[in-house]
């Protein structure tokens, strides 16, 4: 399985002001791509340099193996389906009627009008005039025109913004089956963590321009480090106890942090604690949750 989208030392600048810096960006084909970073990260611009939206200061994309911004861009772009910021629409026409024209304009089959409403779940809609549509539905119908020709490849920026929990959960549950089901690579962006882990095989984490990881889901969570936290009534007394012992530990915010350890190990441990008078007060197992080391990653607050 190779990579579907390859960029190197991608930039982009505007002004003075470097918006991409040097993005070596990895797509492999046949998985969700989750492409996570804080609002105004660099994802969008990003995305729009792949479809050729935007012109790169410096660096390469290829698409398919080929270079995005040749020759064969046009060619390219029939197997490229996108929602790029807010889905655009002619409000005063129904959902069919819109698709009807963006299927008529790319010479697209017209039965794939009702296939791509089954899969969003708006039959129940199409006769709707878009301007009476929830934020939600104009999101569905701008996935549909995105799914029109079934593209080989999918970038959806923020696709879930608009959408009610129910919705949300929808659009996840849709996201995860294009690969399966239709084939489909799929780029995603969001700043919202919780949303790519539910979502992605993949995961590129950008801040301010620059990736700063890329690696899979299982990888990102490998990250999590595990500890088990002792609270005593003398941690000094205590650390000292577990030197003795070979079992090194530090200290934070109170408390003594061991290694993970089995748990015969642990309860030994206690018990010895205990038998040298030192109060025990908690036993805790913690571990570093995926938003700590997203902030670790990005070095910023930001919305997760």
Same mark, same amino acid.
């Given at each position: 399985?190779? +990579?579907?989208?390859?960029?190197? +030392?991608?930039?982009?600048?505007?002004?003075?002001?470097?918006?991409?810096?040097? $993005?070596?960006?990895?797509?492999?084909?046949?998985? &969700?791509? %989750?492409?996570?970073?804080?609002?105004?990260?660099?994802?969008?611009?990003?995305?729009?340099?792949?479809?050729?939206?935007?012109?790169?200061?410096?660096?390469?994309?290829?698409?398919? @193996?080929?270079?995005?911004?040749?020759?064969?861009?046009? =060619?390219?772009?029939?197997? /490229? @389906?996108?929602?790029?910021?807010?889905?655009?629409?002619?409000?005063?026409?129904?959902?069919?009627?819109?698709?009807?024209?963006?299927?008529? $304009?790319? @010479?697209?089959? =017209?039965? #794939?009008?009702?296939?791509?409403?089954?899969?969003?779940?708006?039959?129940?809609?199409?006769?709707?005039?878009?301007?009476?549509?929830?934020?939600?539905?104009?999101?569905? $119908?701008?996935?549909?025109?995105?799914?029109?020709?079934?593209?080989?490849?999918?970038?959806?920026?923020?696709?879930?913004?608009?959408?009610?929990?129910? %919705? /949300?959960?929808?659009?996840?549950?849709?996201?995860?089956?294009?690969?399966?089901?239709?084939?489909?690579? &799929?780029?995603?962006?969001?700043?919202?963590?919780?949303?790519?882990?539910?979502?992605?095989?993949?995961?590129?984490?950008?801040?301010?321009?620059?990736?700063?990881?890329?690696?899979?889901?299982?990888?990102?969570?490998?990250?999590?480090?595990?500890?088990?936290?002792?609270?005593?009534?003398?941690?000094?007394?205590?650390?000292?106890?577990?030197?003795?012992?070979?079992?090194?530990?530090?200290?934070?915010?109170?408390?003594?942090?061991?290694?993970?350890? =089995?748990?015969?190990?642990?309860?030994?441990?206690?018990?010895?604690?205990?038998?040298? #008078?030192?109060?025990?007060?908690?036993?805790?197992?913690? =571990?570093?949750?995926?938003?700590?080391?997203?902030?670790?990653?990005?070095?910023?607050?930001?919305?997760?």
């Amino acid at each position: 399985m190779g +990579n579907l989208i390859e960029t190197r +030392n991608l930039c982009k600048k505007y002004g003075n002001i470097l918006r991409v810096k040097n $993005l070596d960006m990895k797509v492999p084909e046949g998985t &969700v791509y %989750g492409f996570l970073g804080p609002n105004g990260a660099g994802k969008t611009t990003t995305m729009k340099m792949i479809l050729g939206l935007a012109k790169p200061t410096a660096g390469s994309i290829s698409v398919f @193996g080929r270079p995005a911004n040749g020759k064969e861009r046009m =060619e390219l772009l029939k197997h /490229i @389906g996108s929602l790029i910021e807010s889905p655009s629409y002619y409000g005063h026409l129904t959902g069919e009627e819109n698709l009807r024209i963006m299927q008529t $304009l790319r @010479g697209i089959p =017209e039965k #794939h009008i009702r296939e791509v409403l089954q899969i969003v779940r708006m039959e129940g809609q199409k006769d709707k005039k878009v301007s009476q549509y929830s934020m939600g539905m104009k999101q569905r $119908l701008g996935l549909a025109c995105a799914l029109l020709g079934y593209p080989k490849l999918l970038l959806l920026d923020e696709p879930t913004n608009g959408l009610d929990p129910a %919705g /949300i959960q929808e659009m996840r549950e849709l996201i995860r089956a294009l690969p399966r089901e239709y084939g489909m690579t &799929v780029l995603v962006s969001s700043h919202l963590l919780s949303e790519i882990d539910q979502m992605a095989d993949t995961v590129g984490i950008i801040c301010d321009g620059a990736l700063v990881f890329q690696d899979t889901l299982t990888n990102l969570h490998a990250r999590s480090q595990h500890n088990i936290a002792l609270r005593t009534s003398n941690n000094a007394m205590t650390a000292g106890f577990l030197q003795e012992k070979g079992i090194p530990c530090k200290t934070a915010d109170g408390y003594l942090l061991l290694p993970d350890l =089995e748990d015969a190990l642990v309860a030994e441990l206690c018990q010895g604690i205990v038998r040298n #008078h030192i109060g025990l007060f908690r036993v805790e197992k913690q =571990e570093k949750s995926l938003e700590d080391i997203f902030l670790d990653l990005t070095g910023k607050a930001a919305s997760l």
